[in-house]
């Protein structure tokens, strides 16, 4: 069962004696009570039964509780010091082992204690065993507890006796008012909240321990639809509360839009179409859009972000569009550039690696206005950059970035907004915010999206143009590698180029670079006739340049390159993709880096170089990678072989507000929730608008904050 997903609280000042405990409750996020009350089992323990020890784990390894008095208590040294301690009852004996223990349980063991002791008891060839037993001392006749034993998440430091103490006080301490009518519940067919906390800390003799482990009892469907309806209320609050503010329309799809459309040399795709009149009307309202484009690597999301901001500049207005690496807003910059510097649009450039004099030149230009398209890294989120207008925000491949880069982009606050006159100045001009648009190619299942990110639309590129052949891809064993290189040979014979990715090493960075240019160094070998080139994060910036510029020219053959060139990169007459140690990479990665090639109209292939064995894991995923080239179709794969709370990772932190619900098996509550909650929202008479304040303060206290994303 997964563990509770809470946010830690932030580090506490040392604390005295007293308050540590607190300190550590609130490490688990347990502030107040009903955080307490809230904080369920994991799981339960039976208790209930004591068997003999002779029968204990007859069956092989179960769990068993066992009672008996200590017949020997023991430090050995061999093979590694641990505490061993004999119990005895009338048919057989144990030896319990403690690898880990404290000098005072040698005394709290002592000869002729009697102690029960649950854990997997075997029986090997020196009698029934058992390690790090759970076990308590006991009088002999000691009543049995006649209820399934809760087991919390604790942090370190906190014993469950200490947890129960405090969540029965808890308990004891709170009001139980439902938040729902007996209405709502019996429209819901929804256990009564009370019962439901009660039953799961104390399940009864006669529950179905089954449905409590797999969570499926009503008691946990009544937790999962009110941790949903929390978050459900919060999310379309959120989205209220967005529509309040202020930001500028631009409604204005003139002469540029017009030109840059007719300059293409292509015709959008309908899915393209779609999106772009999607995201035109969200630019016409003058609350700020937050939209999130998805689309799968190589669908054409460039040209639609390029024809939002053709909008935005149509309509008098700034528009920036940020890159989460100096390669890809290179490249976005040359190409929209390309396209629309023809047009008369002024185009500014601005990454960390400007010289100091370029980038004041560039700065200068974003803040008087002359600079209509802004393109870059996160140097764009600096505070020296001031924008003259500001209407419309990109952020690609936006997953790259952190909560607090977006924010701080978005936060951009416009300098002076003095046009027009009268009505403007009416409005509260602080409080205007631009457009966001963010795009990303690791697409996230729509019912995960719609979950898990904060108030968001999205809008998704389901096509990819006309023309492409699909890629083949391959999993060749690392002794195969003179194949592989035989057929990058063969390649470049054929007029095309090849990629060489290096493997991945988290650990090391310096391991990493060592490796590529060990790599590098292989290929030049082993193709004399070749031009090879090199790219990996340390280079300079002038110098990883130079390097994509030959390629890009076709004047270099093959790039060996780490994951640096994992985003973004274009490049259509490259053909050929070798990802080495293809195993030790994640299933997105996987899909980005495969989605640099199969660009053009030639037939693509992928190797994925690994060693053997495989794990299991990575052999779903090369498995996975082998089966389908459809990005969605792989992020479904990848969420069911992570989970949602590994799949969205440091992504997102609005995952930390599930803890109880499981997407994977309660979408059918997820729906249930969002459509109580539109409804209590919809219809806001005093009865249900305190349903909806008391419900958030119970479940969300003062947590509505990783909302704001
Ligand atoms: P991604 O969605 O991965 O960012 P890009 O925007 O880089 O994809 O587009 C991939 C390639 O497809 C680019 O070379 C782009 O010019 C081209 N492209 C985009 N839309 C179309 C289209 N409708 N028809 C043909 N080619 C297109
Ligand atoms: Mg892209």
Same mark, same amino acid.
């Given at each position: ?63 068993? %509780?066992?009672? $008996? ?196 040399? @292509? ?19 003058? @609350? ?44 976005? @910059? ?15 450039? !601005? ?39 500001? $209407? ?102 054929? $007029?095309? %180029? ?40 340390? !280079? ?35 053909? !050929? ?82 803890? @109880?619900?499981? !997407? ?46």
């Amino acid at each position: 069962m997964p563990a509770p997903k809470r946010k830690p609280a932030a580090a506490a000042p040392p604390a005295p004696v007293a308050n540590t405990r607190a300190s550590k409750l609130e490490k688990l996020g347990l502030r107040t009570d009903i955080d307490l009350v809230l904080h369920l089992p994991l799981r339960y323990e039976d208790e209930t039964e004591v068997v003999a020890i002779q029968q204990a784990g007859m069956m092989g390894a179960s769990v068993a %509780q066992v009672e $008996g008095v200590v017949t020997a208590c023991d430090i050995q040294y061999r093979p590694r010091r641990q505490l061993v301690v004999t119990i005895a009852d009338d048919s057989g004996q144990l030896v319990m082992r403690f690898l880990n223990f404290y000098g005072s349980q040698t005394k709290q063991l002592a000869v002729g204690t009697r102690v029960r002791a649950r854990g997997e008891i075997r029986h090997g060839f020196f009698g029934a065993e058992v390690v790090h037993p759970n076990y308590k001392v006991v009088l002999e006749g000691a009543p049995l507890p006649d209820v399934l034993t809760p087991v919390y998440p604790a942090g370190e430091g906190l014993s469950q006796i200490f947890l129960r103490k405090a969540i029965a006080d808890a308990m004891h301490n709170i009001e139980w008012r439902d938040t729902l009518s007996p209405a709502q519940l019996a429209a819901q067919q929804l256990m009564p909240f009370e019962n439901a906390v009660r039953l799961l800390h104390n399940p009864p003799p006669e529950v179905d321990e089954h449905a409590l482990e797999d969570r499926s009892h009503p008691a946990w469907v009544r937790m999962k639809f009110d941790e949903l309806l929390a978050q459900q209320l919060s999310l379309k609050r959120a989205q209220v509360a967005r529509r309040a503010k202020n930001a500028r329309a631009l409604p204005v799809i003139g002469k540029l839009s017009a030109a840059f459309l007719n300059t293409l040399p @292509f015709t959008l795709t309908k899915a393209q179409q779609r999106v772009v009149a999607e995201i035109s009307a969200d630019l016409h309202a003058s @609350f700020p859009m937050q939209r999130l484009l998805q689309g799968d690597v190589g669908s054409g999301k460039t040209v639609v972000a390029a024809l939002a901001a053709a909008q935005a500049i149509d309509s008098g207005y700034q528009a920036v569009l940020m890159a989460p690496t100096e390669i890809l807003a290179d490249q976005h @910059f040359r190409k929209i550039a390309a396209w629309m510097e023809p047009l008369g649009v002024r185009v500014a450039w !601005l990454t960390g690696s400007l010289k100091k004099k370029e980038k004041l030149a560039a700065l200068a230009m974003i803040e008087s206005g002359e600079a209509q398209l802004v393109i870059g890294t996160h140097a764009l989120i600096q505070d020296s950059v001031q924008f003259a207008k500001l $209407g419309l925000v990109i952020v690609d491949e936006q997953h790259r970035f952190g909560v607090g880069q977006r924010l701080a982009l978005r936060n951009k606050t416009m300098k002076t907004v003095s046009e027009n006159g009268g009505n403007e100045a009416a409005q509260n001009t602080a409080a205007v915010v631009p457009h966001q648009l963010m795009m990303s190619a690791t697409p996230i299942p729509r019912t995960l999206a719609m979950t898990y990110y904060a108030d968001l639309e999205i809008s998704v590129i389901d096509e990819l143009p006309p023309g492409r052949t699909p890629i083949v891809t391959r999993a060749v064993d690392q002794s195969r590698r003179d194949e592989v290189i035989a057929r990058v040979h063969a390649a470049v014979q054929d $007029g095309r %180029q090849a990629y060489w990715v290096c493997p991945l090493i988290e650990e090391s960075e310096a391991l990493q670079l060592q490796t590529a240019t060990e790599t590098y160094a292989m290929l030049v070998e082993a193709l004399p006739d070749l031009r090879i080139g090199l790219v990996h994060g340390r !280079l300079k910036q002038a110098e990883k340049q130079e390097v994509m510029d030959a390629f890009s020219a076709g004047a270099c053959h093959v790039l060996v390159a780490t994951t640096v060139i994992e985003v973004g990169v274009d490049v259509p007459n490259a053909s !050929l993709m070798v990802i080495e140690h293809a195993e030790r990479f994640g299933l997105s990665q996987l899909h980005q880096l495969r989605g640099r090639v199969g660009r053009g109209s030639a037939a693509s292939v992928c190797l994925l170089l690994y060693q053997s064995p495989l794990g299991y894991i990575a052999k779903q995923r090369l498995m996975t990678m082998r089966e389908t080239t459809d990005g969605f179709e792989i992020a479904r794969r990848d969420l069911e072989i992570r989970g949602p709370g590994e799949f969205l990772g440091a992504r997102q932190s609005g995952q930390a507000m599930l803890r @109880f619900a499981d !997407l994977a098996t309660d979408q059918w509550l997820v729906d249930r929730a969002r459509d109580l909650a539109h409804t209590l929202l919809q219809d806001p008479t005093p009865a249900n608008q305190a349903t909806v304040s008391t419900h958030l303060a119970r479940w969300l206290g003062g947590r509505e904050d990783f909302l704001k994303v």
